[in-house]
């Protein structure tokens, strides 16, 4: 029997940074973000394409890391659904009354401690007059500023049990696309799941010895693969190097893409190209690490080949 559907999005990420106005002026200026708010120690950011109100959070920290993932829920039943499944779950973190952009939502931590929360009332965004589309489908226009991405497209996580993190994620409604393991099937190294169509909302990377709730990187997604190219000028114009190589593609989800660091210490990937699922009985595709999934075109595998995990 299929687990019940309680969510709808990935709505927003928040990012712990310690050096926050340079880790903001990044995603504004270099990456090209919108800015849509500030509250606190926190500002908060969107792509041209999104219409809530913000799909990052950068909030200064003492050291970089993931402060919270929120996710849409389906409907306003389907979050006090939601919340009674995770109370059952002993995940359960509690109420809160919401955050600039999005009203009551409930928090929980996955079990590796990732902190989380599920809402369904959110503010849209109403663009001033001057950034107003002419496409009424659009919340606005698009800036060309930086390399623009028009929308937040997922999240990865580090976790020192992949099994279990994706298991949870399962039993909340979540499906389970493809996988990685070392060769003889024995420790599950990555697990890729979502709540929607696109190849997947939240990815779990195996870190035995890591820090508990650990972030990998979040991606931005823009339109094409040129795009993509363009955007690996504009960042090593921009001063930065680009992450681990690339741009590339991965074999796992098809995504075209490269990684970069912010000044505070984050990933950033840009994505362009992955498959979208609509199948309900889509994989789960099992990758094994001598395949080197994270790319299709043979560069170093950065997983390691006996199940380590580099960054």
Not at 20 to 35: A, S
Not at 69 to 89: H, M, N, Q, Y
Request: contains cysteine; negative net charge; charged residues 25%.
């Amino acid at each position: 029997m299929k687990n019940p559907h309680y969510l709808s999005q990935l709505s927003h990420v928040e990012l712990l940074s310690p050096k926050p106005e340079e880790t903001v002026k990044f995603y504004k200026e270099v990456i090209g973000l919108e800015e849509s708010g500030r509250q606190g120690q926190s500002v908060y950011l969107r792509a041209w394409g999104e219409f809530h109100h913000h799909s990052l959070k950068i909030t200064e920290g003492k050291e970089a890391g993931l402060g919270h993932i929120g996710w849409r829920a389906d409907s306003a039943e389907a979050l006090k659904d939601a919340a009674l499944f995770i109370e059952g779950t002993g995940q359960g973190k509690g109420w809160t009354e919401g955050d600039l952009g999005h009203g009551a939502a409930y928090q929980f931590y996955s079990p590796d401690g990732h902190l989380e929360e599920v809402f369904w009332d959110v503010d849209l965004y109403d663009a001033p007059e001057n950034l107003r589309s002419k496409w009424k489908n659009r919340p606005q226009k698009n800036p060309g500023r930086g390399i623009s991405p028009r929308r937040l497209d997922h999240v990865t996580v580090h976790s020192r049990n992949t099994k279990a993190c994706r298991e949870f994620y399962q039993k909340l409604g979540f499906n389970y696309h493809e996988g990685i393991f070392t060769d003889n099937y024995d420790i599950e190294v990555g697990a890729w799941l979502s709540v929607s169509n696109l190849s997947h909302d939240i990815a779990i990377i195996g870190n035995p010895k890591g820090k508990p709730g650990a972030v990998n990187h979040v991606c931005y997604a823009v339109e094409s693969r040129e795009e993509v190219l363009l955007a690996a000028d504009h960042i090593i114009e921009s001063g930065y190097e680009l992450a681990m190589g690339g741009p590339t593609r991965h074999a796992l989800a098809e995504g075209f893409f490269f990684y970069v660091d912010e000044p505070g210490g984050n990933r950033f990937e840009i994505y362009a190209g992955a498959h979208l699922v609509f199948a309900p009985d889509f994989g789960p595709f099992k990758w094994k690490l001598s395949e080197n999934p994270n790319d299709a075109w043979g560069r170093e595998n950065p997983f390691g080949t006996k199940g380590e995990i580099l960054k």
